[in-house]
């Protein structure tokens, strides 16, 4: 267990909606990052988030965006979902930003299939 | 810009047996940290290795170990009487500012 959770961990919706990740970070950990897997692929990343505040956006769609909240929790909001959406979607924490070389810890993932 | 290269996209080895995972990486900086990540078929990514470069010694996790060649800029992972549990994808990343990740090496064990 790396101590980062993920809700849902299962998820099937409709093209067109709106479906909300949730990430909580390991005890302690201020950076939170978002990953994208489709599958057979690499990890996508998405966007880095320290103490509440944006430090880096990857390959991000206009589509998508996220948050980290003060109790250091993030969501990551997927919008007018199209079906090449449908990956899995990976949460990570570690204690800093990456800068400092801190190990970075998993979740196990949102599967999100959009039919 | 950084990048992280895994040449093999797919490699076997029959268990028991040792295998050797490759990873290079361009980077103009002296100070970094390497890592290799492992994702087995359940899709969970697990760290295995870490390295920091101003270690010149090589990193050792159990059957797992890596060679280091700071100057090659090559960070190879070696695998030790291979198991059937350690048939997974592996991912090598570097990170310095960003963290930035190869596509990854399939490991195929074969009983």
């Known amino acids: 267990d790396s101590g980062v959770t993920q809700t849902p961990k299962h998820l099937i919706t409709a093209t067109g909606q709106r479906v909300t990740l949730r990430c909580s970070p390991r005890?302690?950990?201020?950076?939170v990052y978002w990953y994208q897997q489709s599958l057979d692929q690499g990890l996508q990343f998405l966007i880095h988030?320290?103490?509440?505040?944006?430090?880096a956006k990857g390959n991000i769609l206009e589509r998508f965006s996220a948050q980290q909240f003060p109790d250091l929790h993030s969501e990551l909001n997927l919008s007018s979902l199209e079906l090449g959406d449908s990956a899995l979607y990976f949460c990570a924490s570690s204690a800093a930003g990456t800068g400092f070389g801190n190990t970075i810890y998993f979740g196990e993932g949102s599967w999100l299939t959009v039919v | 810009a950084q990048t992280v290269t895994q040449s093999q996209p797919e490699m076997s080895v029959q268990e028991a047996e040792t295998v050797t995972l490759s990873c290079t990486y361009d980077?103009?900086?002296?100070?970094?940290?390497l890592f290799w990540y492992k994702q087995p078929p359940s899709r969970q990514m697990i760290l295995v290795i870490r390295q920091e470069a101003y270690k010149q010694q090589n990193a050792t996790e159990n059957r797992f170990s890596v060679n280091f060649q700071k100057a090659a800029k090559s960070f190879s992972l070696k695998i030790s009487d291979s198991q059937l549990g350690d048939a997974a994808m592996y991912f090598c990343?570097?990170?310095?500012?960003?963290?930035?990740w190869g596509a990854g090496t399939k490991l195929i064990i074969k009983p």
């Open positions: 005890s302690g950990d201020l950076s």
């Open positions: 988030y320290y103490n509440g505040e944006e430090r």
């Open positions: 980077t103009s900086e002296s100070d970094y940290y």
């Open positions: 990343a570097y990170v310095r500012y960003q963290l930035i």
